[in-house]
């Protein structure tokens, strides 16, 4: 018994590569080596700027959930009220231990 050639994962017992990997195999001999390698850099691996902007994107969308949770307090006076979402027991305990 040996471990498949390409994942080292799979335990094989009749040729080289598991069943997952003789799948990409046949994949790889039907588009050719480096059309598949353009493909794979493209889809799988990000550049400098792919990564910057992904970044963006998860700042951006942390930025807008934090403003929702400070649109959701509303403030009169110097008392901020308690999300109407959240049960009367536990505003009421806030507002005993203050």
Same mark, same amino acid.
């Given at each position: 018994?040996?471990?498949?050639?390409?994942?080292?994962?799979?335990?094989?017992?009749?040729?080289?590569?598991?069943?997952?990997? *003789?799948? =990409?195999?046949? +994949?790889?001999?039907?588009?050719?080596?480096?059309?598949? $390698? #353009?493909?794979?850099? &493209? /889809?799988?691996?990000?550049?400098?700027?792919?990564?910057? *902007?992904? =970044?963006?994107? +998860?700042?951006?969308?942390?930025?807008?959930?934090?403003? $929702? #949770?400070?649109?959701? &307090? /509303?403030?009169?006076?110097?008392?901020?009220?308690?999300?109407?979402?959240?049960?009367?027991?536990?505003?009421?305990?806030?507002?005993?231990?203050?």
């Amino acid at each position: 018994m040996l471990t498949c050639y390409l994942c080292n994962d799979e335990t094989v017992i009749t040729s080289y590569f598991c069943s997952d990997c *003789n799948y =990409i195999k046949r +994949i790889l001999q039907c588009y050719g080596r480096n059309q598949i $390698k #353009e493909i794979i850099t &493209k /889809v799988c691996i990000r550049n400098k700027k792919q990564m910057d *902007n992904k =970044i963006d994107i +998860i700042k951006g969308k942390l930025e807008k959930e934090e403003k $929702k #949770e400070e649109s959701k &307090k /509303v403030s009169f006076g110097d008392e901020t009220y308690i999300n109407p979402n959240e049960s009367i027991l536990e505003e009421l305990k806030k507002k005993i231990s203050k």
